[in-house]
């Protein structure tokens, strides 16, 4: 087994990141789009400035289920969670990583 060999199996060689004016829903898409759910975000110069999370979008679409997800171990039947307002959906598309991310540990 060679020096690299646990590198490989171990660590992704493709890093999806994201950038601070990116929209919250294209950091969605692309978080989707790659099967991540953490998305590191980086300035112009590729500098680490925050991290969200796949949870974190949720939440501005879907509080309630996310507060549900916290608050309760187990449920039976979720019933109506209710959908997001035309104005949660309208707000998230204008929020940007920024708004949302949190700082790099």
């Known amino acids: 087994m060679g020096e ?3 590198i490989d199996c171990c660590m992704k060689l ?4 994201g950038h601070p004016q990116m929209t919250v829903k294209e950091a969605a898409l692309l978080m989707a789009e790659n099967n991540v759910g953490t ?3 980086v300035d112009e ?3 680490l400035v925050g ?3 796949m949870r974190d979008v949720i939440q501005i679409f879907l509080p309630d289920f996310v507060s549900l997800l916290s608050n309760i171990r187990f449920v039976t039947d979720y019933g109506d969670l209710g959908t997001p307002s035309t104005e949660d959906i309208e707000r998230a598309e ?3 990583i920024a708004d949302i991310m949190e700082e790099p540990v």
Do not use: E, G
């Open 94 to 96: 204008s929020l940007v």
């Open 51 to 53: 991290v969200t999370t």
């Open 39 to 41: 998305l590191p975000v």
């Open 4 to 6: 690299h060999d646990c």
């Open 14 to 17: 493709k890093v999806i990141v």
């Open 45 to 47: 110069a590729s500098v």
